[in-house]
């Protein structure tokens, strides 16, 4: 590809790619140069006034058409749009808890820790813009890396270094299991690019081929399904989320779910969702595979939150909440209904919202009694009413109470599963159940906030970054609970993400 070729292309689209990666590297020539007794907490600032910049880049591409370059390896599309405002701000909020987090043994590689999660936020931003199997996987290869380092950035905490070891060894095989599917579906249409394997796909196909598609779709699904902690490919969560920095937990557990939801719908929609199933056009092979992603869909909400209830570790009970919701939102895409990526983006934001909400004020408690015991919530509203409750506000939006963006995200999930045909009738009785089950977990938090006696009556004090991410949050939960039109005015500008089949 010779230098006008390159100059013909439209490079602004790339635009918020290219701001990470600028402040990426500048961060990493500054710490190298910056003397060892110099606050690194500065860069913490740096990083997140890029992340706005590169948000506020992406709010000025809204506008434009569809876009591609290099060879449709690249897309702009709505898709993409919607999903990296979705994980910039969830990332401006990470950095902002990153740079108030104090863990006991202190954090001497604060530096690195700014520029690898821009890094990883690069891979996340660039799935969500693949229109080939390769950038795809080189975004996914970026998170997931990063993702490893941070992780296990507490050297001289043990539950640290044993979470990264089990997150890069569950890591490994799940970027394995997901490359071997990819390499059947190029093996039959001899193409990487997504258009061209629909195309090849969309054709009359034989038995024979019928059965490596299969093959490859579950291979996929299954590699991808440890991504997103769906049973029964959930097991390295708990742990990884215990001993990761709280920031990093929180990283993982909304951004890093979010792409991997990116690349499922990506995936799975874009290529297996076309794909006649049996040799007929009658069918999808998607559509065809639907009770076996629903038995995963079910097994994941019934596993995350019944483990849940045994859990004293905040930490490991987030997590395994976190299953759940991943399941909650598989049944979205179970159902495959016509609104299928409008429902799965509004949960996300939810969940993004309540969550990071409910990790910011954990990290807080947890750094200044050192341990993150439900114990060290007892009498948090006699100590500071505030504090407990805009806590309470995330636990009932977590629980699906109405009045919260929680509550609107699983009903617009919930009445998905009734719209198709056939309706999931049972999926539908699950999510139900596995909903009622999660408030005694949830509401086991509040009771020791509100109804437990305080062993200190030491106030909570919130630090400037976290307190910003806990307004931010509560008002987002409160007004996306009670006006949800509010999100859907904005994503209607996306035309429901019609593009994406272009």
Not at 117 to 134: E, H, K, P, Q, R
Not at 322 to 346: K, P, R
Not at 402 to 426: M, R
Not at 435 to 444: A, D, K, N
């Amino acid at each position: 590809m010779d230098l006008e070729t390159l100059l013909q292309y439209d490079w602004g689209i790339m635009t918020p790619e290219f701001i990470i990666l600028g402040v990426a590297t500048i961060l990493s020539l500054i710490d190298l140069f910056m003397p060892n007794e110099k606050d690194r907490r500065l860069l913490g600032w740096f990083a997140f006034a890029g992340v706005i910049v590169a948000l506020v880049s992406l709010v000025g591409l809204l506008n434009i058409e569809v876009t591609s370059i290099l060879e449709d390896t690249f897309r702009l599309d709505s898709f993409a749009k919607a999903f990296k405002l979705l994980l910039l701000a969830g990332a401006a909020l990470v950095l902002l808890l990153a740079i108030d987090y104090r863990p006991a043994e202190g954090m001497t590689y604060r530096g690195e820790f700014y520029y690898l999660f821009l890094t990883a936020l690069l891979g996340a931003m660039m799935m969500t813009s693949s229109g080939d199997f390769i950038t795809l996987f080189v975004g996914l290869e970026l998170l997931s890396i990063s993702s490893y380092i941070l992780v296990g950035l507490r050297k001289k905490y043990l539950p640290s270094n044993e979470s990264a070891m089990k997150y890069v060894i569950n890591g490994g095989i799940s970027t394995a299991i997901t490359l071997f599917g990819m390499s059947y579906i190029f093996g039959l249409t001899g193409a990487t690019n997504l258009k061209a394997i629909t195309v090849q796909l969309s054709q009359t196909i034989d038995m024979g081929q019928q059965y490596l598609l299969a093959l490859a779709l579950l291979m996929i699904f299954v590699g991808l399904s440890f991504k997103l902690a769906s049973a029964p490919f959930h097991m390295w969560a708990p742990d990884v989320y215990q001993g990761a920095p709280t920031p990093v937990t929180a990283f993982l557990s909304v951004v890093s779910k979010t792409a991997g939801f990116v690349i499922v719908l990506r995936l799975m929609i874009y290529i297996f969702a076309g794909t006649p199933a049996e040799g007929t056009s009658s069918s999808s092979m998607l559509l065809s595979m639907q009770d076996y992603l629903a038995f995963l869909a079910g097994a994941t909400m019934i596993i995350g939150n019944t483990i849940a209830l045994r859990q004293r570790n905040v930490k490991r009970m987030l997590a395994y909440s976190s299953i759940a919701h991943a399941g909650y939102a598989l049944v979205g895409f179970v159902t495959m209904s016509l609104f299928i990526a409008d429902s799965i983006w509004f949960y996300l934001v939810a969940y993004l919202l309540m969550n990071l909400g409910a990790f910011a004020i954990l990290q807080v408690i947890s750094d200044k009694s050192g341990s993150e015991d439900i114990s060290q919530f007892a009498g948090l509203y006699h100590r500071s009413p505030l504090v407990a409750v805009v806590m309470g506000i995330f636990i009932l939006s977590l629980a699906g109470i109405p009045g919260t963006a929680g509550f609107i995200g699983k009903v617009n999930i919930f009445l998905g599963a009734f719209v198709t045909e056939p309706a999931h009738y049972v999926l539908a009785a699950i999510m139900i159940a596995t909903t009622v089950v999660s408030y005694v977990y949830y509401f086991g938090i509040l009771t020791q906030m509100f109804f437990r006696p305080a062993a200190e009556q030491t106030p909570i004090k919130l630090p400037l970054g976290v307190m910003i991410v806990v307004i931010f949050c509560a008002i987002g939960t409160i007004v996306f609970g009670i006006v949800p039109s509010l999100a859907y005015d904005f994503l209607n500008q996306f035309e429901h993400f019609g593009d994406f089949f272009s």
